[in-house]
């Protein structure tokens, strides 16, 4: 079955009127999860602070420090999810910015015949 040159272009813009809208939506759920993970940061910094300002003032417990330990863990592993989340919104940015100019190159072509 072979497909006229009309008929390409009607499903590619159908896949891309498809896919725009979805691109858009997990770009947009990136956004927020990365602002999620910011505002988790900023506070185990907080209560890191605390914590070593309580430690500063008087003897740590052993107990207290493995909590310390694990907050810092946990603060490395959310500073490392951020950087997935920014790697990943970068290369939907970059999709859909393709998207955009294969459009207005189909677009461009189709409007010179």
Do not use: C, F, H
């Not at 809208?21 to 956004?31: F, L, S």
């Not at 694990?70 to 290369?91: A, E, G, H, P, Y």
């Amino acid at each position: 079955m072979s497909l006229n040159s009309n008929s390409k272009d009607s499903v590619a813009d159908g896949l891309v009127e498809l896919l725009t809208p979805a691109v858009q939506e997990i770009d947009e759920r990136v956004n927020g999860v990365r602002q999620s993970q910011v505002e988790l940061r900023q506070q185990i910094d907080r209560l890191a602070d605390e914590l070593k300002k309580i430690s500063e003032s008087q003897e740590m417990p052993d107990e207290l420090d493995s909590y310390v330990k694990k907050l810092n863990n946990s603060k490395r592993r959310v500073m490392i999810v951020n950087n997935i989340l920014q790697n990943t919104q970068d290369r939907l940015t970059k999709l859909q910015q393709n998207i955009e100019k294969e459009n207005a190159a189909r677009k461009a072509a189709l409007t010179k015949t």
